[in-house]
């Protein structure tokens, strides 16, 4: 075996012959030439790539490997780690698509002799793109002399000879789908496996900030990341002409600016001039005379070693020195020492810095001034920690030309309204899983954009009459209304919700409503049950129906979005709670080869039921859900309409006792195995009848569950109007 030789576990040999790992270990015992462990632990056994592969191939369980699946193995298991593995790999690609003759050149020769030459090819490249190893920390993307270090280090000939294979098939793999589709798919894998060690800003994100900065149909053309991380909110901006970011992850640093030199261009022709830098942004700006269009910054949360007391007579701290517990303020300062004159910041923060009281100085003369724009709170899920709602701060640049506005934009996202059909004991909208990031960009620039433009041309119009009051979502705030002892800018504190803003005509509306579903209730109120003994029908199982072509069986939760025309997705929770669709599919990963997995998609008369949870559910498709994407943790049966009525299989499917001896149990959840589910065998005439009766019942559940949440939305809207003096006791 080669020394240095990269390495790979069970689960990567796995994926490697597109097998289990209990096949894996099943090779290990019967196949005394299986390859042995170089490495790992006694429970984790790491082994030689190369032996596995070869042995792979010699008992004909290679053949199909992909080979981007290949390359992520010799990156995974690189002697020096993934992540430097990565860097080399990316200054690879840079090559291979800036200098395609140069590389054909290079991979010419040995290995020993490619690692020397390509040390000099990636030097000369690097410097051209980047900037000398050691510049002025001037802000530009050049210059000389000393006061930073470049982000993407030159590697030597020795660092690159362990990597020399790895870079040859990384070569082949950008031949195949692109220099930049191949680094993005290989920095998704290593993002994904190592979910605790990065804070990601989900795309869906980093594109409604990116959004934010721009100025009507102009685009922010320089725009700087101080806390870049992988470089996701650069690489949002559309058509910049100079990118600016800095890390105190010097790996951070290097993999966002090759992803930003691989992004930014397409053949290196024309690069958008881009400065890259490592260091702790706040003690040691890489770029302190650096002015842009835009600030975007996803900071870290709730640092305490921010450098309170080193940094406690910074020129930054223009609106009073942040707390030692307020560092979100620091670089909420930072960026708008940052800015040009107008220019515009969009900060992801943490929904505590609205409200806590030692910021609350700070985000007074912030509002004084008018540097703060506005306030969105996003739903739960929306980025790390996904269990809180986060906030966007949008600020500008006061200056001489720039005219403050008396008023604060605030948007509240955080709670959407449920659909008319939801029932109240549904479980709540929200969560990563179903965020719908197209609405949610919606709600906050259809507030954002009017607001903006009102007030940089016509402020003195009244909120009202440019029609930017959204009850419960959005609401323009004079500032004077905010400038209390708490100075709380929470959106959720200043907006009443949907009924209680629409005061009592709304509460009249919802009575209505109430009167006519309960007169609806009492009409589908099932009558007398006829008393008698249990039935004794031959009975079949879903199973064998199956299997006789009776009905197909699918799964959900496979699919991936296309880029083309959304697709709504039927989510566990909206078969739950009888709702419309309301998730979205996941995009396909970035470099993935061929064409996007399709979903399964229901159609009129398909019974869909829960895997998960052990609770009698099931639901027929009509024409308004047709359409939809099928779920995660959903399966669905497609029964044939000549041989099985679809409400008679749906109701039949529900019962308890059938759901109790189809079900299993694990520690921690109870998993339904619907091809256990059983119903009788009648002819399809006497299916069809008990098919209208459980009809019926639907309409009827589905009718006490709209009471249910009318009766509750009444309630509550009287509750509000009662104390806010909009309803009077009489």
Known sequence: MPENSTEVTAAGIARLAGVGRA???????????????????????????????????????????????????????????????????????????????????????????????????????????????????????????????RAVHTPTAEELLPSVPLLRAAAELAAETGARQAFEFLLGRQLAANPRQFTLTPPGLAELMAALVRTGDRPARTV???????????????SPTALYAQDADPDLAALSALRLALHSDTDGSNPIALAVRTG?????????????????????????????????????????????????????QHALAHLREGGTAVLLM?????????????????????????????????????????????????GAGVRPSPELLLVDTAEPAEPPTAPASAPASGGRDRLDWQAVRSAVLDAWEPFDG???????????????????????????????????????????????????????????????TLRLTATLTPPPA???????????????????????????????????????????????????????????????????????????????????????VARVIDEATAGAALGRNLQLLRPDPAAVDPWFLAGFLRGTANNRQASSYASTATRLDARRLQLPRLPLAEQQRYGERFRALAAFEDALRLTGRLGGQLVQGMYDGLTDGTVTPE
């Open 23 to 149: 096949a894996v270990s099943n090779w290990r015992r019967r196949h005394a030439d299986f390859p042995k462990p170089v490495g790992g632990t006694e429970t984790s056994p790491a082994f030689a790539l190369p032996e596995v592969e070869q042995w792979l191939r010699d008992q004909g369980k290679l053949a199909e490997i992909p080979l981007r699946e290949r390359v992520w193995q010799q990156l995974a298991g690189h002697p020096a780690g993934a992540v430097p593995a990565l860097v080399h790999t990316g200054c690879a690609l840079l090559l291979v698509r800036d200098r395609p003759t140069a590389w054909l050149e290079i991979t010419a020769v040995s290995d020993a002799r490619m690692a020397k030459v390509l040390h000099l090819a990636l030097n000369s490249l690097l410097t051209a793109r980047f900037g000398p190893a050691t510049g002025d920390a001037d802000g530009s993307a050049g210059g000389g002399g000393t006061g930073y270090e």
């Open 224 to 238: 700087l990341d101080p806390a870049t991380g992988t470089g996701a909110l650069l690489r949002a901006v559309s």
């Open 280 to 332: 702790d942004t706040l003690r040691a700006d890489a770029f302190p005379r650096l002015t842009v269009d835009a600030v975007l910054c996803h900071p870290p949360f709730n640092e305490r070693n921010w450098g309170h007391d080193e940094l406690a007579y910074d020129p930054r701290w223009e609106y009073g020195l942040p707390a030692r517990t307020e560092s979100e303020l620091a670089w909420v």
């Open 350 to 398: 943490p929904p505590a810095a609205a409200s806590r009281r030692s910021g609350r100085r700070i985000r007074a003369d912030l509002l004084r001034r008018g540097a703060l724009r506005a306030v969105v709170a996003l739903p739960a899920g929306a980025a790390p920690p996904y269990g809180i709602p986060l906030h966007l701060w949008v600020l500008r640049k006061p």
């Open 454 to 516: 009102r007030t940089r041309s016509e402020p003195d119009i009244p909120a009202e009459a440019a029609g930017q009051e959204r009850p419960g979502v959005s609401r323009v705030v004079p500032v004077i209304e905010l400038l209390d002892d708490d100075v709380d800018l929470a959106p959720a504190r200043h907006l009443p919700s949907p009924a209680a803003a629409g005061g009592p005509g709304e509460l009249t509306r919802v009575r209505d409503r109430l009167t006519e």
């Open 530 to 616: 006829d008393v008698s003994g249990p039935a004794h029908w031959p009975l079949t199982t879903v199973g064998e129906l199956a299997r006789a072509g009776a009905l197909h069986l699918r799964t959900g939760g496979t699919g991936t979005g296309t880029g083309a025309a959304p697709v709504p997705v039927l989510t566990e929770h909206d078969v739950l709670g009888s709702t419309a669709p309301s998730g979205t599919l996941p995009t396909a990963p970035a470099g993935s080869e061929g064409p996007p997995e399709e979903p399964v998609l229901v159609e009129p008369g398909d019974v869909v039921v829960p895997v998960l949870g052990g609770g009698s």
